[in-house]
């Protein structure tokens, strides 16, 4: 075993650690600065109509701090918090970040998304968030900024979230990730269980996890369950992302066409693979994430230049 | 009001808007001699992956013409599609990519105006009516994050508890006062008034920030946003 | 929501030089202590806000037992409770305290 292997042995799941220790970890050390912390008490207005308890911090922790010796700017979703959902508060903060970095326009922001989508109990609030984080992002990477959003917490990223996820300059995201619009159980209750059975795993994550949206161009890094990975990751894709521009969003347009194109058919995530040229389509689940890198870089199916 | 009504309204010297498949497409005239693009959802189609890349394809279409005009978007929809093969295929990408260009017709100058004639929902209203600049509705539009019935599944509440709830916040409930007094939506037009008049004299204003957070705190219905986000903002950009 | 305040007096001051920590979140069967140095010699309050009603004894007791074990003299406590157990609040409290009086951070 060598010494680098064994130190990435050491690194904390990503699955398993919370927003603050993502942080706390990823960044250099004792680099991280919050903004509006939890001592600052800026709770939900609207979670007490329910009796529904807060926290501190609504949810997300936003801040500054340094990757590699360059600054930048992070936010991170709790999503064990009301499922890391959006709401006033908590989407204000990430709408206030990326205005900054709007205006600042060489740092770049990390989102650490962890989120089921809008928090119901704040609806039209939540959904507001969206759209204002939205062109927050747009107007950021307009100025140059580059945004690069991290996927792999238990809450996935669902709804306004998946809706953000793909206005990043890029993704990184991991086995657990799960990246979507409607969840699997919205789509079961909507549509019946013969359209989508919620309960079946290895569906949800054929259809919406972190290899099939690697595979299928959707995410453009993946990375093992180590928050040491995902720091790998982020530094790989800062560099890499391309600028925002019409000539980006043709080529996104033609990317998305030619993906309908060539899968429009296909029933299932299996059936992409083994359009792609994969050997065993029914081993992807279960490559090791070292395989699976090589399967999906020779794939090359995310064109870097059309996020 | 009907969306033949709406249009003859908007274009009453006429337009060359088609729908096909649920979406609309075309251009009309403005009161200033100008011409409007027009997209669009129409008979409360889902938004899926194809309608998705079909509208944005008219948004880019039009950039690459160097159309600097404004871009109308005709809104009744219902949520985005539901479906194993959507998500499947990427569903996220699509409306993400519609939405970005959208925005980025608006910086570009295409002032974007989303017309909510009928009802739309959760990412379908994120990706259309919330992705333009300026925001009006019709009366009896019926935008919704969710519909009641199914928020009162997923939060466990009886509906009659989220009904009586929904009397003292304007923060959840479906609604077109509701998504007003949020910020979402600038105004409610006035359909016994000409609608070309009033678009007109909506292109009329000047170009704005997103200042969403900031109606919406006027009106009283998200009573932290705007402050949360120049708080944070102004500490992100202190020197370290 | 039911509220809660406690003061107490420890038997030293907390040690260490962090102005604050937090630690667990708010979730079913967790909770969240944000912990402040701002009292004055060896007093300290602890502060409850809990969607579960009726707990008030229990608290008032993992709350002074906490106080006898671990002496927060000079700290505020304030719990976000999503619903935990005695023996989960008495972890986290412990946590709190424990965070900050390391060195380093």
């Known amino acids: 075993m060598t010494a680098t292997s064994f130190v990435r042995h050491l690194s904390p799941s990503w699955y398993e650690s919370s927003a603050r220790d993502r942080v706390r970890i990823l960044l250099d050390a004792g680099t991280f600065e919050e903004f509006i912390g939890p001592e600052q008490r800026e709770t939900s207005p609207h979670l007490g109509i329910f009796d529904l308890p807060r926290q501190f911090d609504d949810g997300i922790v936003v801040g500054r701090g340094r990757l590699d010796g360059k600054p930048a700017f992070i936010a991170a979703q709790e999503g064990r918090f009301m499922g890391g959902a959006f709401g006033e508060v908590h989407g204000a903060k990430l709408t206030g970040l990326l205005r900054a970095a709007r205006d600042a326009r060489t740092i770049p922001v990390l989102i650490l998304f962890d989120t ?6 704040e609806a039209n609030a939540g959904e507001l968030a969206i759209a204002e984080i939205m062109r927050a992002l747009i107007e950021a990477r307009r100025a140059g900024a580059r945004v690069i959003g991290l996927i792999g917490g238990r809450a996935g990223c669902y709804g306004g979230g998946g809706l953000l996820a793909g206005c990043c300059s890029a993704l990184a995201v991991s086995e657990h990730g799960r990246i979507a619009v409607s969840g699997p159980e919205v789509i079961e209750t909507n549509r019946g269980v013969e359209e989508f059975d919620s309960r079946d795993r290895g569906l949800v994550w054929r259809t919406m996890g972190g290899k099939n949206r690697r595979l299928i161009g959707g995410a453009d890094a993946f990375a093992d369950d180590t928050i040491d990975s995902f720091r790998a990751a982020a530094l790989h894709l800062i560099e890499r992302a391309p600028a925002f521009g019409l000539d980006m969003l043709k080529a996104e347009q033609a990317r998305l066409a030619d993906r309908l194109e060539r899968f429009g058919t296909c029933a299932d995530g299996l059936d992409i693979w083994k359009q792609q040229g994969i050997a065993d389509a029914t081993s992807v ?23 | 009001m009907t969306l ?48 998705a890349l079909s509208l944005a394809g008219h948004v880019l279409a039009g950039l690459e013409k160097g159309d600097d005009g404004p871009i109308l978007v005709l809104i009744d929809s219902d949520s985005q599609r539901m479906s194993k093969r959507d998500e499947l295929l990427g569903l996220n990408e699509f409306l993400a990519h519609l939405a970005k260009c959208l925005i980025h017709a608006d910086m570009q100058g295409c002032h974007t105006v989303g017309l909510l004639y009928g009802h739309t929902a959760a990412g379908a209203f994120i990706a259309t009516a919330m992705a333009t600049r300026s925001l009006v509705a019709l009366p009896g ?23 009586e ?13 509701n998504l007003a007094r949020t910020g979402a939506v600038l105004a409610v037009w006035d359909e016994k008034r000409s609608l070309a008049d009033q678009l007109q004299a909506l292109l009329d204003q000047p170009g704005t920030d997103d200042r969403r957070d900031r ?25 370290q | 929501m039911e509220t809660f305040s406690y003061r107490h007096k420890a038997d030293r001051r907390s040690t260490g030089s962090r ?87």
Not at chain 3, 76 to 97: C, E, F, H, P, W
């Open chain 2, 165 to 177: 709830k929904a009397r003292s916040t304007p923060v959840f409930a479906p609604g077109l006062e």
């Open chain 1, 285 to 307: 689940p279960a490559m090791s994430t070292e395989t699976f890198i090589e399967v999906a870089n020779r794939i090359e199916e995310p064109r870097h230049d059309a996020r």
């Open chain 3, 19 to 105: 102005a604050q920590a937090i630690v667990g979140v708010v979730a079913s069967g967790n909770l969240e202590v944000l912990v402040e140095r701002i009292l004055p010699g060896t007093e300290c309050q602890v502060e409850v806000s809990t969607p579960v009603t009726g707990f008030g004894a229990v608290w008032e007791a993992v709350i002074a037992d906490f106080v006898e074990r671990r002496s927060p003299g000079g700290l505020k406590l304030s719990i976000n409770d999503g619903g935990a157990r005695a023996d989960t609040v008495a972890l986290r409290l412990a946590q709190a305290v424990r965070v900050i009086e390391e060195e380093g951070r």
């Open chain 2, 215 to 239: 109606l919406g705190k006027e009106r009283k219905g998200r009573p932290k946003a705007a402050d949360i986000a120049e708080r944070v903002h102004d500490l992100a950009l202190r020197p």
């Open chain 2, 141 to 163: 539009a019926a935008p919704a994050v969710m519909d009641l019935p199914s928020m009162a599944r997923v939060t466990k509440l009886p509906i009659d508890i989220l009904e």
């Open chain 2, 4 to 51: 033949a009504e709406v249009l003859a309204s908007l274009f009453p010297a006429g337009h060359d808007v088609v729908q096909a498949r649920g979406l609309l497409s075309g251009s009309g005239p403005l009161n200033d001699g100008g011409r409007v693009t027009v997209i669009g959802v129409a008979d409360r189609t889902p938004l899926g992956v194809e309608e």
């Open chain 1, 116 to 121: 089921g989508g809008v928090r119901l109990q």
